[in-house]
């Protein structure tokens, strides 16, 4: 089996999986001023496979004196200008080259992204779709982005133009590697901004090796660096540097408050914030095909293990149907039991780590304790005789003042709600701190256009869970954040406007 194969079966992953060692080239250093490089102090920190326990590599963990060296590197680079005022036509075909190799190696990175966080991999072939198609569209947006000219007399001339903003940090999450990562660094580097990229400690091997594909892509020094590493250490020194412009982060509400508050204490520097989720899914009496609509339901909160910011947590269904509906979603359930995260007929694979792990089974204990009704799931599962699984996990009679029905989980746990009108339906779906998805399913045109102008979230699927792509801006209201993700907004977020009036001789 070689790392150039096309592996289909589970015997084929397997193979696959065995070639990637730090004997074999598996890459564990920090990438800082376009060399790898161990951390400074020499630390590492060690990445775990949760559907085996077994330790995969020793990766560096960066530290202030990393960051410090990689802010220095990025600044430069934006001074020189080989990126940050290169022709937006050349740096489209950089990052479609980048995005072309992506596709080349798609098998390896799957399976880095599977093995260092359980995620079945299948759904990780499926993120980096995800993740290549929004370089893609992000590298065709670049030359395609114009100014301004503002409306003026004779006697003038002014402009609107967009420049870079900088030095852009991103810190991504564990529970979608390299798309939440292509999410972030495809606009910052289209918009011709240096990039340093803090992935995740559970997560950080696909990173290291998207950096050697930058390199080799064509980026230039210093635009684009990895620094692995803790969010107390190094992310906390790139949030506190005051030569980072802008701080680009998706992952827990609690992190995103305190990123602000580094901006605040340092430069003021932008932040774009993509923070945690309580999607509310609201099903009506009305709607056709119960049971498609009971596995949309089941997959939008099982998918990924739970462990997705827009995870659909929380089923709100009117009661003349809920009781046959809850059953549809069990039956839906049943055949989305975890499995080995290398078999690409797996659904569900890992929890990410024992404290997730523990901290899921925590709110299945907190929802029997406070009166719900457990249907189905709600106990730690193995798979071969190891890992760290929960199976689909379904809580019935939830109501408002439930931990499980109001703080996010980011587990396979799902909560039911019941109504009785459309004005209750709505009260309930708004009432959480978060906004950052909903979805709607009904055939009422009339309803469907009340309720979606009413639903206080950054997203609404109408008659679909999370079924859109790479033109339509993804981000949250509330404490769910305030940037947005994909679609040519994000390119915009990314630039500074800066207004130029000449005066002109009459």
Same mark, same amino acid.
């Given at each position: 089996?070689?790392?150039?194969?096309?592996?289909?079966?589970?015997?084929?992953? $397997?193979?696959?999986?065995?070639?990637?060692?730090?004997?074999?080239?598996?890459?564990?250093?920090?990438?800082?001023?376009?060399?790898?490089?161990?951390?400074?102090?020499?630390?590492?920190?060690?990445?775990?496979?949760?559907?085996?326990?077994?330790?995969?590599?020793?990766?560096?963990?960066?530290?202030?004196?990393?960051?410090?060296?990689?802010?220095?590197?990025?600044?430069?680079?934006?001074?020189?200008?080989?990126?940050?005022?290169?022709?937006?036509?050349?740096?489209k075909a950089v990052l479609l080259k980048l995005a072309d190799l992506m596709a080349a190696h798609r098998h390896e990175l799957a399976l880095l992204d599977t093995l260092d966080m359980g995620k079945p991999v299948s759904s990780a072939l499926?993120?980096?779709?995800?993740?290549?198609?929004?370089?893609?569209? $992000?590298?065709?947006?670049i030359d395609k982005l114009y100014g301004e000219v503002a409306p003026t007399g004779d006697n003038a001339l002014g402009l609107v133009l967009r420049e870079p903003l900088g030095v852009v940090a991103c810190i991504v999450p564990w529970n979608f590697p390299l798309m939440m990562t292509a999410w972030k660094i495809a606009p910052a580097l289209?918009?011709?901004?240096?990039?340093?990229?803090?992935?995740?400690?559970?997560?950080p091997l696909s990173a290291l090796r998207l950096a050697s594909l930058a390199q080799e892509a064509g980026?230039?020094?210093?635009?684009? $660096?990895?620094?692995?590493?803790?969010?107390?250490?190094?992310?906390?020194?790139?949030?506190?540097?005051?030569?980072?412009?802008?701080?680009?982060?998706t992952g827990s509400t609690g992190v995103g408050k305190q990123l602000m508050q580094y901006a605040g204490q340092s430069n003021?520097?932008?932040?774009?914030?993509?923070?945690?989720?309580?999607?509310?899914?609201?099903?009506?009496?009305d709607c056709k095909d119960l049971d498609r609509v009971a596995k949309h339901a089941a997959a939008a909160i099982f998918h990924n293990q739970g462990e997705v910011c827009i995870a659909g947590s929380r089923l709100l269904v009117e009661n003349s149907i809920r009781e046959a509906f809850v059953d549809k979603v069990l039956a839906a359930a049943e055949a989305m039991q975890p499995?080995?995260?290398?078999?690409?007929?797996?659904?569900?694979?890992?929890?990410?780590?024992?404290?997730?792990?523990?901290?899921?089974?925590?709110?299945?204990?907190?929802?029997?304790?406070?009166?719900?009704?457990?249907?189905?799931?709600?106990?730690?599962?193995?798979?071969?005789?190891?890992g760290l699984f929960i199976p689909p996990t379904v809580f019935d009679g939830v109501t408002e003042t439930m931990a499980?029905?109001?703080?996010?989980?980011?587990?396979?746990?799902?909560?039911?709600?019941?109504?009785?009108?459309?004005?209750e339906a709505v009260r309930l779906a708004n009432d959480s701190d978060y906004g950052l998805a909903a979805g709607l399913w009904s055939q009422d045109i009339d309803r469907i256009m009340r309720i979606t102008r009413r639903l206080r979230s950054g997203q609404v699927f109408v008659n679909n869970w999370a079924d859109m792509d790479q033109t339509v801006p993804f981000g949250g209201v509330k404490q769910s954040g305030?940037?947005?993700?994909?679609?040519?907004?994000?390119?915009?977020?990314?630039?500074?406007?800066?207004?130029?009036?000449?005066?002109?001789?009459?």
């Amino acid at each position: 089996m070689s790392l150039a194969s096309h592996p289909t079966t589970h015997a084929a992953w $397997q193979a696959l999986a065995a070639e990637l060692t730090v004997e074999k080239g598996l890459e564990t250093r920090a990438f800082i001023d376009d060399a790898f490089v161990d951390a400074a102090d020499g630390a590492t920190l060690t990445t775990v496979n949760p559907a085996t326990g077994a330790a995969l590599a020793e990766v560096a963990s960066c530290d202030a004196a990393d960051a410090e060296v990689a802010v220095a590197a990025a600044r430069a680079a934006v001074d020189g200008g080989a990126w940050s005022r290169l022709a937006p036509g050349r740096r489209k075909a950089v990052l479609l080259k980048l995005a072309d190799l992506m596709a080349a190696h798609r098998h390896e990175l799957a399976l880095l992204d599977t093995l260092d966080m359980g995620k079945p991999v299948s759904s990780a072939l499926g993120d980096l779709a995800g993740a290549i198609g929004c370089l893609r569209y $992000q590298a065709e947006c670049i030359d395609k982005l114009y100014g301004e000219v503002a409306p003026t007399g004779d006697n003038a001339l002014g402009l609107v133009l967009r420049e870079p903003l900088g030095v852009v940090a991103c810190i991504v999450p564990w529970n979608f590697p390299l798309m939440m990562t292509a999410w972030k660094i495809a606009p910052a580097l289209a918009a011709g901004n240096s990039v340093i990229l803090k992935p995740s400690e559970k997560s950080p091997l696909s990173a290291l090796r998207l950096a050697s594909l930058a390199q080799e892509a064509g980026l230039p020094r210093g635009v684009f $660096q990895v620094l692995p590493g803790f969010g107390h250490t190094v992310g906390r020194a790139l949030a506190l540097s005051m030569e980072v412009d802008c701080l680009a982060f998706t992952g827990s509400t609690g992190v995103g408050k305190q990123l602000m508050q580094y901006a605040g204490q340092s430069n003021l520097k932008k932040v774009f914030l993509e923070c945690g989720g309580k999607s509310p899914n609201l099903v009506f009496a009305d709607c056709k095909d119960l049971d498609r609509v009971a596995k949309h339901a089941a997959a939008a909160i099982f998918h990924n293990q739970g462990e997705v910011c827009i995870a659909g947590s929380r089923l709100l269904v009117e009661n003349s149907i809920r009781e046959a509906f809850v059953d549809k979603v069990l039956a839906a359930a049943e055949a989305m039991q975890p499995g080995d995260p290398l078999d690409p007929a797996s659904f569900m694979g890992a929890m990410v780590d024992r404290a997730q792990h523990e901290r899921v089974l925590d709110y299945i204990r907190r929802g029997v304790e406070e009166g719900a009704t457990l249907r189905t799931g709600g106990e730690a599962t193995e798979v071969d005789g190891k890992g760290l699984f929960i199976p689909p996990t379904v809580f019935d009679g939830v109501t408002e003042t439930m931990a499980i029905g109001r703080e996010e989980i980011f587990g396979p746990v799902l909560a039911v709600f019941g109504f009785d009108s459309e004005e209750e339906a709505v009260r309930l779906a708004n009432d959480s701190d978060y906004g950052l998805a909903a979805g709607l399913w009904s055939q009422d045109i009339d309803r469907i256009m009340r309720i979606t102008r009413r639903l206080r979230s950054g997203q609404v699927f109408v008659n679909n869970w999370a079924d859109m792509d790479q033109t339509v801006p993804f981000g949250g209201v509330k404490q769910s954040g305030n940037g947005r993700d994909k679609s040519h907004h994000s390119l915009e977020e990314y630039s500074d406007l800066k207004s130029v009036w000449m005066t002109l001789a009459t």
